[in-house]
Nanobody
């Protein structure tokens, strides 16, 4: 499966953005999907993950209550709705996919989109 992420941009603190990840290829519904982010000089970090059926969801503590992940297996998309954005949410956001167990470790994902930049101004 190939992934393409889009939807980033510049937003003021307190605002919202909606990131989308479009998958092409076969077997999307077999992939655990996740969103990760990487700020300059920092390691890629987990943001949110959704299981193959869309029921199981995991969130980093830093985004709980503000971000919502969802997927549509019919359309082959994963969405990250980001509300109440903070300057510390500024990063390049990547969608990732993996088969097997759900995971919060980016090292276990083997499918990546190209990344989309989110900038939150104070």
């Amino acid at each position: 499966v190939q992934l393409q992420a889009f939807g980033g941009g510049l937003v003021q603190a307190g605002g919202s953005l909606r990131l989308s990840c479009a998958a092409s290829g076969r077997d999307f519904r077999l992939y655990q999907m996740g969103w990760f982010r990487q700020a300059p000089g920092k390691e890629r970090e987990f943001v949110a993950a959704v299981g193959v059926s869309g029921v199981s969801k995991l969130y980093a503590d830093s985004v709980k209550g503000r971000f919502t992940i969802s997927r549509d297996n019919t359309r082959g998309t994963v969405v990250l709705q980001m509300n109440s954005l903070k300057p510390e949410d500024t990063a390049v956001y990547y969608c990732g996919g993996k088969q097997g167990p759900q995971s919060t470790s980016y090292k276990s994902y083997d499918r990546w989109g190209q990344g989309t930049l989110v900038t939150v101004s104070s």
